[in-house]
């Protein structure tokens, strides 16, 4: 196991960014739960786990790492209530502290501003608005952050490191499970009882805002159902 030691405070970020390329190394072939454990402890309260309430495994993961962890989450005012629903179940019965972030317009709001529907007329600007402002603003006391991205998910996250530097948000960007394929994810979802989102067992391989999600049609890889018939691949959290 790589060592441990905690970060100071005013760590600048090329000392951040030094221990990340560090520790991506180091830690590429370490288990999930050895590199939660390191940010952890490398971190403390400065570190905080992203979820889309999804499934709850890197959640349910961090909190055996740090109980009580921050599991930030983005409500981005077009979630299916499945997703909701997850999100509160969560709350309720992980040793976790979940934090929900919103944008600062409310759909209504920005729909009077911007017109209606401009997920389908400009996806991206509707992501920045309503998922990478939120995410940017809500980070901001952390040093460091988990995610669930896999490689395993599409050809854009196949080269996913397990520590990386997030040079946009000046911060320590981990992802435990890149690694990880559908088959181990089942593996520790039914090990450990961990929470899903009922939509998972509805046809839908990977749940986005309810506008910009639909089942998958068979053969297709996870994130098929994302912007479906368009170029875009990610929300700009990731990129």
């Known amino acids: 196991m790589t060592t441990i030691t905690p970060?100071?405070?005013?760590?600048?970020?090329?000392?951040?960014?030094?221990?990340?390329?560090?520790?991506?190394?180091?830690?590429?072939?370490?288990?999930?739960?050895?590199?939660?454990?390191?940010?952890?402890?490398?971190?403390?309260s400065r570190f905080c786990v992203t979820s889309s309430m999804e499934d709850a495994v890197v959640a349910h993961l961090a909190s055996r790492a740090?109980?009580?962890?921050?599991v930030v989450f983005l409500d981005t005012g077009y979630h299916f209530p499945?997703?909701?629903g997850t999100r509160d179940a969560v709350a309720?019965?992980?040793d976790v502290h979940v934090i929900t972030l919103t944008?600062?317009?409310?759909?209504?709001?920005?729909d009077a501003e911007l017109g209606p529907k401009l997920h389908d007329r400009d996806p991206d600007r509707c992501c920045a608005l309503r998922k990478v402002?939120?995410?940017?603003?809500?980070?901001?006391?952390?040093a460091a952050w988990a995610t669930g991205l896999r490689r395993d998910e599409s050809p854009?996250?196949?080269?996913?490191?397990?520590v990386s530097w997030d040079e946009k948000r000046q911060k320590v960007k981990v992802s435990p499970i890149a690694r990880w394929t559908q088959q181990d994810v089942d593996a520790y979802v039914t090990e450990h009882g961990v929470l899903t989102n009922p939509l998972l067992m509805d046809g839908y391989g990977s749940v986005g805002c309810?506008?910009?999600?639909?089942?998958?049609?068979?053969?297709?890889?996870?994130?098929?159902?994302?912007?479906?018939?368009?170029?875009?691949?990610?929300?700009?959290?990731?990129?």
């Open 7 to 44: 970060i100071s405070q005013d760590a600048q970020p090329s000392e951040l960014a030094a221990l990340a390329e560090r520790a991506g190394r180091e830690l590429e072939e370490a288990p999930a739960l050895e590199i939660l454990q390191w940010a952890a402890g490398t971190f403390g």
């Open 66 to 70: 740090r109980p009580g962890v921050d």
């Open 82 to 84: 499945e997703t909701i």
């Open 92 to 94: 309720a019965v992980m």
């Open 103 to 110: 944008p600062r317009q409310s759909v209504a709001e920005q």
């Open 133 to 142: 402002a939120p995410l940017q603003e809500g980070l901001a006391g952390y």
């Open 156 to 162: 854009t996250r196949a080269n996913t490191p397990v």
């Open 210 to 239: 309810a506008p910009c999600t639909r089942r998958l049609l068979e053969g297709e890889d996870a994130r098929a159902g994302r912007w479906s018939g368009s170029a875009k691949t990610e929300c700009g959290l990731h990129g």
